[in-house]
């Protein structure tokens, strides 16, 4: 039961081009989004994140969009850089006293330069 | 100010032996996670601490697994006996609290169980 999926393994873009994340999710329930990034031999670093009550976040070059009727959210990088190649997860929240997170399986990003 | 810390970085080991993983978390953080990561997955988490109690073990395999946390502050889990499956990376995370705050991961142990 994978409630969190991102169905593209991977990504390649160029230098200076936006790179769009998908995620969709099937729980009506969670009441955060975040994506994570991750760099090999690393554990995941918190880059963005989304409120269920929010459409759209903006940090920088990081915009996360959340569309609840279609319980879909993007992550979009623009302009794409050489060192946004990693591998991004997208989590969600449960509400509630936890802050349990379901992560997605994970897209690997390759920017070219 | 100091991330989470882990050990040991990677770990090689027979099935059926028994396997220790040691997590130290951001200073003054009251909750700690141990997810488990297995190749081509995301993160799933095992288990939760709130201080020294535990908040959420739902997904712990508890036949194999344990985890403490003693003093509310280092954490171990520990696999016993370890199986094939139980090849992944074992990351610990932390955050200050519970509710709204963000977890932050240490490196990870690779456990490989030939």
């Known amino acids: 039961d994978q409630q969190v999926k991102q169905n593209s393994p991977s990504l390649s873009v160029q230098e200076g081009r936006i790179s769009i994340l998908n995620c969709d999710y099937t729980n009506s329930m969670f009441d955060y989004f975040l994506w994570y990034k991750k760099y090999p031999a690393e554990g995941p670093t918190f880059l963005i994140s989304i409120s269920s009550i929010k459409d759209k976040n903006e940090d920088g070059r990081f915009t996360v969009f959340l569309n609840k009727s279609a319980k879909h959210l993007s992550l979009h990088i623009v302009p794409s850089q050489p060192g946004d190649s990693a591998v991004y997860f997208c989590?969600?929240?449960?509400?509630?006293?936890?802050?349990?997170?379901?992560f997605g399986t994970g897209t690997l990003l390759a920017v070219q330069p | 100010e100091a991330g989470v810390a882990q050990s040991p970085r990677y770990k090689i080991i027979e099935k059926r032996q028994s396997v220790a993983f040691w997590c130290n978390p951001i200073?003054?953080?009251?909750?700690l996670y141990w997810y488990q990561q297995i190749l081509g997955q995301g993160p799933k988490l095992l288990i939760q601490?709130?201080?020294?109690?535990?908040?959420?073990d739902s997904q712990l395999p508890k036949d194999r697994f344990s985890a403490e946390r003693l003093k509310g502050v280092d954490s171990t889990l520990k696999i016993q006996p370890a199986k094939l499956e139980d090849s992944a990376v074992y990351l610990c995370?932390?955050?200050?609290?519970?509710?709204?705050?963000?977890?932050?991961f240490g490196p990870g142990t690779r456990l490989t169980v030939l």
């Open positions: 989590a969600a929240r449960l509400g509630g006293a936890t802050n349990k997170l379901i």
């Open positions: 601490f709130q201080n020294n109690g535990v908040v959420d």
């Open positions: 995370a932390s955050s200050f609290f519970t509710t709204t705050d963000t977890q932050y």
């Open positions: 200073s003054g953080h009251a909750t």
